[in-house]
Structure formats: structure tokens, C-alpha cells
T-cell receptor, first 110, second 119 residues
Framework: QSVLTQPPSASGTPGQRVTIPCSGS????????VYWYQQLPGTAPKLVVY???QRPPGVPDRFSGSKSGTSASLAITGLRSEDEADYYC???????????FGTGTRVTVL | EVQLVQSGAELKKPGESLRISCKGS????????INWVRQMPGKGLEWMGR??????????SPSFQGHVTISVDKSTSTAYLQWTGLTTSDTAIYYC???FGSGSVPGYWGQGTLVTVST
């Protein structure tokens, strides 16, 4: 599998919890850390989770990551309007000796 | 503060050559890989390849191998992405990025360089 699979869209109302899944393989997510990025319109991606479940400084604790086997997920709790963005997962793939990005999920705040 | 500052937008014709740059500051440039990532209009992120600035060792995605060249100038802490024969399909935003900690997966990103190839 040369790509990490995400649903194209997810949505929720303010205050709700949204979960974004990311499916990989034994050579990607199964053996390596997962990273998550938020991309607001017209801007560069921003790291929100690294090494499966760690948050960089300045990222709210409303963002959390988890991993199990060959899948991972990003959860956003207490959804806010400023969370409306595209979200991508990423992981190294040992078979490809290269990095994979997820297909991307657009989160809409209703 | 870690910063990656990329060169400005480019407008090119098919067949032309191009080199865009990414200058790192706020850290030891040779300690971290530099990745290049493509984002075509309205599309997702695609990893193109990476370079180890300490020894110029490179890895390319099979999708980009042979079409682009990644290089580095340690003396100026600058990484480059180069094409020798642009096509309209190369129209995209190109990002450079370095890891947040150990490993290679991007953490810090440049602001992006828009490359437009058009007749």
C-alpha cells in the first residue's frame, strides 16, 4: 500500500468531538510513528501531533493522537470554528524507503 | 527559532529549467534532513524526496525520481529543488520541511513556493 487512507470529509458542531482515522500497512504505520498536520486554507501544513500521540508546544490539548496496529486516529474535542481545515496523517514506510502522506480529510464545523 | 524560508513564486514556460531554494536558520542545518513536498492545485500532499545536508545523501519517491534533483549548499544552509524540463503538470506549491526531532518526517515547514508552468 503506497498511500495512507483517510475519509475525505468529517464534520461536527461546535463543542463536539471529531475523530479522523488513518489506515496504513505493516510497513508504514505498523512499524513507524504517525504524524498529523493541520492545513488551513492558503497556508503551509502545521504539525499538531508527532510520534503517535505527542503535541508540539502551543498545540491545544483538544488535539490528541492514537495508534493501534496498522491504523491511527486524530481526535479533536471541543470543536471550534478555527479547527475547520484539512488534516493529513503521515508515516515513514520501510518497504518504500520513503514517506507516505494520508489522502487528507476536510473537517467542517457546522 | 527554527525557520525555513523559501524563494518566491515562479512563472515558467514548458521545457524551461528552474531551481527553487529553502534557507534554514535557527538550528544546525547539517543535523536534520530536508524534505520536499508537492501540493498540486486543490490536491493533497505528496512526498518528493529528502536530502541529508551533512553528506548530500538523497532519497527520492519513485514518482519523482529522474524528474527532479535535490541538492544542498552547506555553506549557506540552503537546500534546492531543481527541474531541467518543466511541464504544465509541475504547476504546484512546493514546500520544504525538516523533522521536529529525530527521524525524517516533517515537523517544521517553509512557507511554500508557487510554481506555475504555462504557455
Amino acid at each position: 500500500q503506497s498511500v495512507l487512507t483517510q475519509p475525505p470529509s468529517a464534520s461536527g458542531t461546535p463543542g463536539q468531538r471529531v475523530t479522523i482515522p488513518c489506515s496504513g500497512s505493516s510497513s508504514s504505520i505498523g512499524r513507524n510513528y504517525v504524524y498529523w498536520y493541520q492545513q488551513l486554507p492558503g497556508t503551509a501544513p502545521k504539525l499538531v501531533v508527532y510520534r503517535n500521540n505527542q503535541r508540539p508546544p502551543g498545540v491545544p490539548d483538544r488535539f490528541s493522537g492514537s495508534k493501534s496496529g496498522t491504523s491511527a486516529s486524530l481526535a479533536i474535542t471541543g470543536l471550534r470554528s478555527e479547527d475547520e481545515a484539512d488534516y493529513y496523517c503521515a508515516a515513514w514506510d520501510d518497504s518504500l524507503s520513503g514517506q507516505l502522506f494520508g489522502t487528507g480529510t476536510r473537517v467542517t464545523v457546522l | 527559532e527554527v525557520q525555513l524560508v523559501q524563494s518566491g513564486a515562479e512563472l515558467k514556460k514548458p521545457g524551461e529549467s528552474l531551481r527553487i531554494s529553502c534557507k534554514g536558520s535557527g538550528y544546525i542545518f547539517t543535523d536534520y534532513w530536508i524534505n520536499w513536498v508537492r501540493q498540486m492545485p486543490g490536491k493533497g500532499l505528496e512526498w518528493m524526496g529528502r536530502i541529508d545536508p551533512s553528506d548530500s545523501r538523497t532519497n527520492y519517491s519513485p514518482s519523482f525520481q529522474g524528474h527532479v534533483t535535490i541538492s544542498v549548499d552547506k555553506s549557506t544552509s540552503t537546500a534546492y529543488l531543481q527541474w531541467t524540463g518543466l511541464t504544465t503538470s509541475d504547476t504546484a506549491i512546493y514546500y520544504c520541511a525538516r523533522p521536529f526531532g529525530s527521524g525524517s518526517v516533517p515537523g517544521y515547514w517553509g512557507q511554500g513556493t508557487l510554481v506555475t508552468v504555462s504557455t
